[in-house]
């Protein structure tokens, strides 16, 4: 016989079986959608964190000050130089006239001091330069290189008083990623179990079964391949579930998040990654259908 | 040729449900296996399937240890015998015709055969206007006949039947029995368990009578006296 109709009568036992077995099939898809919604909000959530995260790190710099006669040419060279370390990913320079603007828009609503400055009648505000590193804990690494050129023109660098709040911030993102990762593992472990073991419960249910067909003489290839079938329409199905839901949840859920945060728009992000998303979804529902059926099934079938 | 070799089977060390049986089947022979319940037919018969493994001895189909048979492999012995259990297992999620089919379509049969055999078989144990039935929709008898259809259907060497009649009138009792004595007839072994005195002594076969787990009388042309 060939293999192209065992294939067939595989599939379609597989097929009636999980139609015929409605409330087994449709309890243990709900609670595979179920699983597959948690992942997919863990994906979610890794996401937003991320915004949170880089949200936080692009507030943090350093700042050079330069002495208030320091020569432009002198300041933009030193700018350069910064821009050529590995760790610097982005350098901007703020020269004594914008700094003084800056200061004036910042204050305007304030007399006195608007006064004050009148008063002076020179700009008594520095150039600077503000630095970012591709990662907080370059920080360090950045002003050190400042100490060690020692370049005459430079009044201060700012990471030195901020020191210890850029280093708290940057051990707390660490912190952060490395821990919301491992619950995230956790999380995802938690829901892969559950799922198992509700296909698991499904295929007990049907123990007796997979004995009668053993008996009455069937290989079991032929009956476990029904059940494999069972597991991918389990997948499937949970996943568009999923997926379906997915859609409005995301819409719903944007503008409050983006209250929360500016940049982080979750059915924007939900959509741009649909192709992943998709995948990550199907994949995983159907591992898990097929995999958990495997495993369930090898003891009854030794009979 | 089936012979049992000096076979027991015990449960938890102490409880006996088969001592020391030994006796051969000869090829297209009828016998009639009898004992009161719980002396060990349905045991004898499980053995002889493996859905129970023996405690002692082995067991042999012409010349193929049954009993070393590796699990994976199984299915090749259990498609030359056609077992009617006494607990019919029917597949409660397919239907009459299904059942029967499922059994063809697990033995790789063609689907030509397939669509020619099961209709007619259905018909022989008197189920034609049933065969899209679900178990639950069916009587006791008529489960009993899926039972037999689905054991006869690839035509094997040997027919076990657990009781197949305790669930029948009399009126269907005698279609069974004469049924199986049709199937004999036509070359397949048979080995009929029950405890139905009547049936028995109507067979007029060769007669194995247990009890408490060993055989105490094996007679050619055997009556159930006891």
Redesign the interface.
């Known amino acids: 016989m060939s293999k192209k109709v065992t294939f067939r009568r595989v599939i379609k036992i597989g097929y009636l079986s999980f139609r015929r077995n409605g409330w087994l099939s449709t309890a243990t898809i709900l609670v595979m959608a179920l699983v597959l919604f948690v992942l997919g909000n863990l994906v979610f959530l890794g996401a937003f964190a991320n915004t949170v995260l880089n949200n936080f790190e692009s507030k943090i710099d350093i700042s050079v000050y330069f002495t208030g006669d320091a020569p432009e040419e002198n300041v933009l060279q030193v700018k350069r130089e910064v821009e050529q370390l590995a760790d610097v990913s982005e350098v901007a320079y703020v020269s004594k006239d914008e700094a003084l603007a800056l200061f004036r828009e910042k204050h305007k609503a304030n007399a006195l001091i608007a006064d004050a400055l009148e008063e002076l009648g020179d700009n008594p505000l520095a150039a600077s330069l503000n630095i970012r590193a591709r990662d907080p804990s370059n920080y360090a690494a950045i002003s050190d290189f400042l100490l060690q050129k020692n370049y005459p023109i430079v009044d201060k660098v700012n990471y030195f008083e901020n020191q210890a709040v850029i280093d708290r911030l940057s051990s707390i993102m660490s912190t952060v990623r490395g821990s919301g990762a491992l619950l995230a593992l956790f999380l995802a472990f938690v829901a892969v179990l559950v799922a198992f073991n509700t296909v698991r419960l499904a295929i007990y249910t049907l123990r007796e079964e997979i004995g009668i067909m053993r008996l009455v003489g069937a290989t079991q290839w032929f009956i476990r391949g029904p059940f494999l079938i069972g597991g991918i329409i389990y997948g499937v199905i949970a996943a568009a579930a999923t997926i379906l839901i997915f859609f409005p949840l995301t819409w719903l859920a944007t503008p409050k998040l983006t209250l929360l945060v500016q940049d982080f728009n979750l059915f924007q992000y939900f959509i741009s990654n649909f192709a992943e998303f998709f995948a990550i979804m199907f994949l995983t529902g159907v591992a898990l259908g097929t995999i958990s059926s495997f495993i369930a099934i090898r003891r009854y079938l030794e009979i | 040729m089936i012979f049992f070799d000096d076979v027991s089977k015990f449960y938890n060390h102490n409880t006996v449900a088969l001592k020391n049986v030994t006796f051969r089947v000869r090829p297209k022979e009828f016998v009639t296996l009898v004992g009161s319940s719980g002396a060990g037919k349905t045991t004898l018969l499980k053995l002889f399937?493996r859905?129970e493994e023996p405690s002692e001895g082995r067991i042999f189909l012409d010349g193929i240890e049954v009993t070393a048979i590796n699990?994976?492999t199984?299915?090749h012995v259990?498609?030359r015998i056609g077992?009617v259990?006494q607990d019919y297992?029917?597949?409660?999620?397919?239907t009459a015709y299904?059942n029967v089919a499922?059994?063809m379509?697990?033995?790789?049969?063609?689907?030509a055969e397939i669509e020619e055999d099961v209709p007619q078989v259905l018909e022989l144990v008197g189920l034609k206007d049933k065969t899209q039935n679900f178990p639950n929709q069916l009587s006791g008898g008529e489960k009993q006949r899926v039972a037999i259809a689905?054991a006869l259907v690839?035509r094997p060497d040997v027919i076990l039947a657990d009781e197949p009649a305790a669930n029948l009138d009399p009126i269907n009792t005698w279609g069974i029995i004469k049924l199986l004595q049709k199937i004999n007839d036509l070359g397949t072994t048979v080995i009929l368990a029950t405890h139905d005195k009547e049936i028995i002594n109507t067979i007029d076969k060769r007669v194995i009578v247990l009890e408490k787990g060993e055989i105490i009388s094996d007679q050619e042309k055997g009556k159930y006296l006891v």
């Open positions: 399937i859905e699990r994976k199984l299915h259990r498609r077992t259990f297992k029917l597949l409660p999620s397919m299904e499922f059994a379509e697990a033995a790789d049969r063609y689907d689905r690839n």
